[in-house]
């Protein structure tokens, strides 16, 4: 299966900065046996709405990572959420409640996670931490809402 990575980060853009995030999460798809593909723009929403529309045409997973705070220039939500053909909420909501229970700031995360087609959305922090906890909190029912997403027929759906 497919994934993305989306670094959102001026420093990263401009070579200032380590894509450290970005690695993270990288990382961590592989690990679960995804091909990845990663892809940096700056902070800017036509460069992000443009990448995740190109991203979401090739993977069933598009991860980005930063611009989701309350900086001036974090615009990665407001770029995402008019890609988003039906929003998922719970996965934002549950990736702050997790990352509450260590910093206060997580209040202040303004990520979204949503379909694009059959490809799912997921802003998370620009950190390499809050990627990784946010992706545990993502991890379990991932690849049930890959295969959901699909219309995988095969795919076990059980009400609870």
């Not at 995740?52 to 995402?80: K, Q, S, Y």
């Amino acid at each position: 299966m497919r994934a993305a990575v989306l670094t959102v980060s001026d420093g990263v853009h401009h070579g200032t900065r380590d894509d450290r995030s970005g690695e993270t999460l990288a990382t961590l798809l592989a690990a679960e046996g995804f091909e990845v593909e990663r892809r940096v723009v700056p902070d800017e929403g036509d460069a992000i709405a443009g990448a995740i529309i190109d991203l979401a045409e090739r993977n069933a997973l598009v991860l980005t990572t930063g611009g989701t705070g309350f900086t001036p220039r974090d615009v990665t939500p407001e770029a995402t959420r008019p890609l988003l053909d039906r929003e998922a909420p719970g996965i934002a909501e549950a990736i702050r409640a997790d990352a509450l229970t260590r910093t206060p700031h997580a209040l202040l995360s303004r990520g979204l996670a949503g379909l694009r087609g059959t490809a799912l959305v997921v802003n998370l922090p620009g950190s390499p931490g809050g990627c990784r906890d946010g992706f545990a909190v993502l991890q379990p029912a991932l690849l049930h809402g890959l295969e959901l997403a699909t219309g995988d027929q095969s795919s076990r759906h059980s009400q609870t």
